[in-house]
Each structure stands twice: as C-alpha cells, then as structure tokens.
C-alpha cells in the first residue's frame, strides 16, 4: 500500500501534467498581440541561387566495333589500381590464355587509377592491340 504522502505526490504530478496538456489543445482562446506584433511586417525578398552551375557539354564517343573473331588478335588486360583487381585480372588472364590458345593477352597496371591517363599506355595499345579489356573498380 502506497504512503499517504507518496500518493499526494503522485497526485499532484499529475495534476500538474493534466492542467499543463490541457492548455495544448484548448482551440477556444485567441491569443493577445500586443501592438507591435499585430502591424504586419513588410516582405523581405530573398535572392537564392543555384550552386549547381552549368555543366560543360558532354562529347559522345560511339563504342568500339566488336571483333569479328578472336583468332590471332592481341587483347590488353589493364588493371587501373582498384585493390584486388589485380588478382582477378591475372586469374581472367590465365583463364583466358587456356580458352583462347590463338589470342594474345597482356595484361598492363595503368598508375594513377581511373582519374589519370597514362598515354604511354594508350599510344602503346593504339599500336599492338586489337581489343582492350579494363578494369574500373565499383
């Protein structure tokens, strides 16, 4: 059995609690403005700009042509430096090597990754390739 003055507490808690929601929804009572808070204000114009900017024109490049055969052709394997991909190309590598007796495949790392271009690289893969196979990570 609760003490008589644990019960007046909790008696006067809630109480408290109930005349304090009570107010919270009572929709009769306007509220009073004084005179500063009933002259309207004048509209403020607020001037928002795009961050986004315009982007620069994308240049479309159509796909290579695919080979008509694979016989006889020289494919590059480049890695761009994404970790792991190094081990699965070289495994892509070996796999194709069994597949494939009459292709060529090297397999080149391209340094800096995807952002970079390594045009030692693709002058050499515009000489001797007749296909590249790339990596991009993600």
Same mark, same amino acid.
């Given at each position: 059995?609760?003490?008589?003055? +644990?019960?007046?507490?909790?008696?006067?808690? &809630?109480?408290?609690?109930? &005349?304090? &929601?009570?107010?919270?929804?009572?929709?009769?009572?306007?509220?009073?403005? @004084? !005179?500063?808070?009933?002259?309207?204000?004048?509209?403020e114009v607020i001037t928002v700009l795009n961050p986004l900017g315009t982007p620069p024109p994308v240049k479309l490049k159509p796909m290579a042509p695919r080979l008509d055969r694979m016989e006889g052709k020289t494919i590059y394997i480049v890695n761009d430096g994404y970790p792991g991909s190094g081990i699965l190309l070289k495994e892509l590598e070996k796999v194709l090597n069994k597949t494939y007796?009459? +292709? +060529?495949?090297?397999?080149? @790392?391209?340094?800096?990754?995807?952002?970079?271009? !390594?045009?030692?690289l693709w002058e050499e893969m515009e000489e001797k390739a007749d296909a590249m196979i790339i990596a991009l990570g993600h």
């Open positions: 059995m609760m003490r008589p003055i +644990t019960a007046a507490v909790v008696a006067l808690i &809630c109480l408290g609690f109930f &005349c304090a &929601c009570s107010d919270v929804e009572d929709k009769g009572r306007v509220p009073v403005m @004084d !005179d500063q808070a009933q002259a309207a204000p004048a509209e007796t009459d +292709t +060529t495949f090297v397999y080149r @790392d391209k340094p800096g990754g995807m952002g970079r271009t !390594d045009e030692a």
